[in-house]
């Protein structure tokens, strides 16, 4: 009976995990051995859980962690592809999640509530960082100059056919012919305030007049470059089928979307814990450039190869790890 009553509440403990999008993190998929990151004494047999968000370049970032970390000795678990911004941070906040690679601008915005982002990227880091540990206890550290902001684009042939080069362009355009504006958006973008309310609002466009079509973020872009679906579509700017599609990106010439740098995430007493995590992943992110991760985006979504392996053969390039 006692073991029934077991079985029963482990069940019932999974099931509730798996209602809230998280389970109890699994195995690093693939092995790795030493490389130019050595084991560390200090981190030996530490259990170090690893999150990401629920799309190919946060699956990447995560792994990048696990493998960095599992060449540093560390015991690391494996909850990446938790959907949803929201549902990374409340899992980092109530300890579920040690480490994970966020974006600047969705902290400093989305987090913390900001309505006006900072336009520097050095400064719109060190805002983050500093009112998040202030608030929340958040530490903020190893950062990218990886900026995957939020972007709209637009096929060569759509560009050719309307001029449109700027953010002000298509503004202009989307009040003369609303139809030609058409616009395709992620779930997200279309409800965020860094998304399309705040870009209506930034360039004065009639959100009411134009035609816009909300889809699931992956479908943007085909349908973007084909140019029948929609004519313009929103992006994150890192992404691998944007050259890959040969799509063109649009200027902000108001500066309205924010910086969206990548740098790790961990609380602070996590951090004060284990300071060689920040020794270790701080060189990692200092070469993911916006043409690295991009390629690495689109070894994923263009070429079919799994995330995992793509961060791990990376690694092996660049000589932080070596693969087993």
């Known amino acids: ?116 982002p900072v336009p520097d990227e050095i400064g719109q880091f060190q805002a983050v960082r500093d009112a998040d540990l202030a608030a929340h206890g958040m530490l903020w550290t190893a950062l990218a100059p990886m900026n995957n902001t939020y972007a709209l684009v637009m096929s060569a042939r759509t560009a050719q056919e309307t001029g449109v080069r700027t953010l002000s362009d298509y503004a202009r355009l989307a009040a003369a012919d609303p139809a030609a504006a058409a616009i395709c958006v992620g779930t997200e973008f279309n409800v965020r305030q860094d998304g399309f309310p705040g870009l209506a609002r930034k360039y004065e466009i009639d959100a009411s007049k134009v035609r816009k079509q909300i889809v699931q973020d992956a479908v943007v872009y085909q349908a973007t470059a084909d140019g029948r679906q929609c004519r313009f579509g929103s992006v994150a700017a890192t992404d691998g089928r944007i050259p890959a599609l040969n799509l063109v990106l649009l200027q902000d010439d108001r500066g309205f979307f924010p910086k969206y740098n990548a740098a790790l995430v961990m609380r602070r007493s996590f951090a004060d814990a284990h300071p060689q995590v920040d020794t270790i992943l701080t060189p990692i992110s200092q070469r993911l450039t916006n043409e690295a991760i991009t390629e690495l985006n689109r070894q994923v979504d263009v070429d079919g190869r799994e995330p995992a392996e793509v961060a791990r053969d990376w690694m092996v390039t660049q000589g932080f790890v070596t693969a087993r």
């Not at 999150?51 to 960095?68: H, M, P, R, V, W």
């Not at 980092?92 to 900001?114: K, S």
């Open 1 to 116: 009976m006692i073991r029934a009553w077991r079985a029963l509440a482990l069940g019932l403990g999974l099931t509730l995990l798996a209602a809230c999008g998280l389970q109890s993190g699994g195995a690093v998929p693939l092995r790795v051995g030493p490389g130019s990151i050595r084991p560390m004494p200090e981190l030996e047999g530490v259990q170090v859980t690893v999150g990401s968000k629920d799309f190919t370049e946060q699956n990447i970032l995560g792994y990048l962690i696990e493998f960095a970390l599992s060449a540093a000795g560390a015991e690391v678990r494996d909850l990446t592809n938790i959907q949803g911004s929201n549902s990374v941070r409340d899992a980092q906040l109530h300890g579920q999640i040690d480490l994970a690679y966020d974006y600047t601008g969705t902290g400093w915005i989305n987090y913390l509530g900001n309505e006006t």
